[in-house]
């Protein structure tokens, strides 16, 4: 399973070859759900998957690639994410969106090799 950070290259790679990922996310903003320096598995969407409220997506808002929360489904294309305390950085499209958090993992379980 490819390993990736909150990147362009990551979000390519979703793109490209259509299957689930593993993103190690830094930062606090999406904690106490996911901690700094935690893995988290994310698949990519196609047409038929369903966003909805408090869902964790890999997507581009600001400009940066970033783990965020839906805060907000304002109409079935566009959504306002943000953190997990309730600030909100933008509203984006479904086209910003590469992917959605399906798993969280330890941090021993990413570490260990095969």
């Not at 990922?21 to 369903?50: F, H, R, T, W």
């Not at 808002?61 to 294309?77: F, G």
Request: contains cysteine.
């Amino acid at each position: 399973m490819y390993r990736g950070n909150e990147n362009a290259k990551t979000a390519h790679w979703l793109s490209e070859h259509k299957h689930p990922c593993i993103i190690l996310v830094y930062g606090k903003s999406l904690s106490p759900v996911i901690k700094s320096a935690q893995p988290v598995v994310v698949e990519p969407i196609d047409d038929n998957c369903v966003i909805g409220k408090d869902d964790i997506v890999f997507c581009r808002v600001q400009k940066r690639y970033r783990l965020q929360k839906v805060i907000l489904v304002e109409k079935p294309e566009w959504y306002s994410v943000g953190n997990a305390h309730g600030y909100i950085n933008g509203t984006i499209g479904r086209k910003a969106i590469y992917g959605r958090a399906v798993r969280i993992l330890r941090r021993k379980k990413f570490d260990k090799k095969g």
